[in-house]
């Protein structure tokens, strides 16, 4: 067994090598190229989107997505208590206020039984996050949305190929964003992308991810808005094209470790996986566990610090928006209990999740788990 486990690591099994030493033996290794254009083609292609932008990053998709909705001062935007912090400073980056809602309990995604009594004359948009893989409950937000007139803007950075009743996210919104940063199911090292089916949005993601160019006529330099230089380069999308050709592949993968952690832990007491719902595929981003102290005998960081001590690599979970000393700063509501989100963050972990895991480091990883367990004295 290795003497590390990371908690992730990029999985390069394709053409990557190939198509970057293209870039660097054509010199193409800005943001023109063949590459952008081909990756951004068939990651919509993948998605069953109509267009596709790539950008530097995920959270400048998040960003770039606002903006291009017309998101912006004294706008309000519906977003998870639990997600990345990326997820709320993309709204406030705007000028709009996020507002937070709880998770839900089984599902750890948004609980949309709650969406409703949060929305005021001000909220403008609903942005879900599909947490760990898994697409949130779309119908139900969608139903919301239609009934008070809202946008949806899906934060997909963790659930590449993810599958909602038949379809995949990046068609399940109006405009849905990827992360491509190194430990997701596909990788361009940093990296991201904005996937929407309506063609003005389209051309307002082009228009505002470079500087605000004019997308037809001469470059005069002559700007009529303030945009962004948020623009991917060849070489981030050489990798990201070879990643997308072999994207299923490294969607099994990661289903496979799921199943492999699950079927090893799911006798064990004190340990909770994510549920997923029915006619959902969930792609599993990352495997993280809940660890009840009372029912496993140890605590979660006591859990942690023994698998570190193994060159077993975890992680935290997220801690809510509602305790973010910068979203206090900048002026959200960050009154109220959110219960699920607090037994998330203080009793959940990641364990490694990389695509390329075997079972018997999956196994090892379990044995200790388990091992630790029976140490513990039960009452």
């Known amino acids: 067994m290795n003497s590390f486990i990371p908690v992730c690591e990029p999985y390069l099994a394709g053409k990557e090598k190939e198509y970057v030493m293209d870039c660097l033996e054509t010199g193409w290794i800005s943001s023109a190229g063949k590459y952008v254009t081909a990756f951004e083609k068939e990651f919509a292609a993948y998605c069953g989107a109509s267009y596709a932008v790539g950008v530097c990053n995920g959270t400048v998709a998040l960003h770039l997505a606002l903006v291009a909705m017309g998101i912006g001062e004294g706008d309000e935007v519906i977003i998870p208590n639990f997600t990345m912090i990326a997820t709320a400073f993309a709204v406030c980056q705007t000028g709009a206020m996020p507002v937070f809602i709880d998770a839900d309990p089984?599902?750890?995604?948004?609980?949309?039984?709650?969406?409703?009594?949060?929305?005021?004359?001000?909220?403008?948009?609903?942005?879900?996050?599909?947490?760990?893989?898994?697409?949130?409950?779309?119908?139900?937000?969608?139903?919301?949305?239609?009934?008070?007139?809202?946008?949806?803007?899906?934060?997909?950075?963790?659930?590449?190929?993810?599958?909602?009743?038949?379809?995949?996210?990046?068609?399940?919104?109006?405009?849905?964003?990827?992360?491509?940063?190194?430990?997701?199911?596909?990788t361009t090292?940093?990296?991201?992308?904005?996937?929407?089916?309506?063609?003005?949005?389209?051309?307002?993601?082009?228009?505002?991810?470079?500087?605000?160019?004019?997308?037809?006529?001469?470059?005069?330099?002559?700007?009529?808005?303030?945009?962004?230089?948020?623009?991917?380069?060849?070489?981030?999308?050489?990798?990201?094209?070879?990643?997308?050709?072999?994207?299923?592949?490294y969607k099994s993968l990661r289903i496979q470790n799921a199943q492999l952690y699950q079927s090893f832990l799911q006798d064990i007491p004190g340990i909770q996986f994510q549920q997923t719902?029915?006619?959902?595929?969930?792609?599993?981003?990352?495997?993280?566990?809940?660890?009840?102290?009372?029912?496993?005998?140890?605590?979660?960081?006591?859990?942690?610090?023994?698998?570190?001590?193994?060159?077993?690599?975890?992680?935290?979970?997220?801690?809510?928006?509602?305790?973010?000393?910068?979203?206090?700063?900048?002026?959200c509501d960050t009154e109220g209990y959110y219960r699920v989100t607090e037994q998330l963050t203080k009793t959940g972990l990641y364990l490694p999740s990389a695509s390329n895991l075997s079972e018997a480091t999956i196994r090892f990883i379990c044995d200790e788990i388990i091992a630790f367990s029976k140490t513990a004295v039960h009452v």
Request: aromatic share 10%; net charge negative.
């Open 106 to 186: 089984d599902t750890w995604n948004i609980d949309v039984s709650l969406i409703e009594e949060k929305i005021t004359p001000r909220t403008k948009a609903i942005l879900p996050v599909s947490i760990f893989g898994q697409p949130c409950d779309m119908d139900a937000i969608q139903r919301i949305a239609s009934k008070y007139k809202l946008l949806i803007l899906e934060d997909a950075a963790e659930s590449h190929g993810a599958v909602y009743k038949g379809r995949k996210t990046g068609n399940l919104a109006d405009v849905t964003t990827f992360s491509f940063f190194a430990n997701k199911n596909l």
């Open 189 to 249: 090292g940093e990296g991201g992308m904005v996937l929407t089916n309506d063609e003005s949005i389209y051309k307002k993601l082009l228009y505002y991810k470079n500087l605000c160019f004019p997308l037809e006529g001469p470059r005069n330099y002559l700007h009529e808005d303030i945009g962004f230089n948020y623009r991917m380069t060849n070489i981030q999308a050489a990798i990201g094209l070879a990643q997308v050709e072999r994207a299923d592949y």
């Open 277 to 331: 719902l029915p006619d959902v595929e969930n792609v599993f981003w990352m495997n993280a566990i809940l660890v009840d102290e009372s029912a496993f005998g140890k605590s979660r960081d006591e859990l942690m610090q023994h698998l570190k001590q193994k060159g077993i690599d975890t992680r935290l979970l997220f801690v809510g928006m509602n305790h973010q000393p910068s979203l206090r700063k900048y002026g």
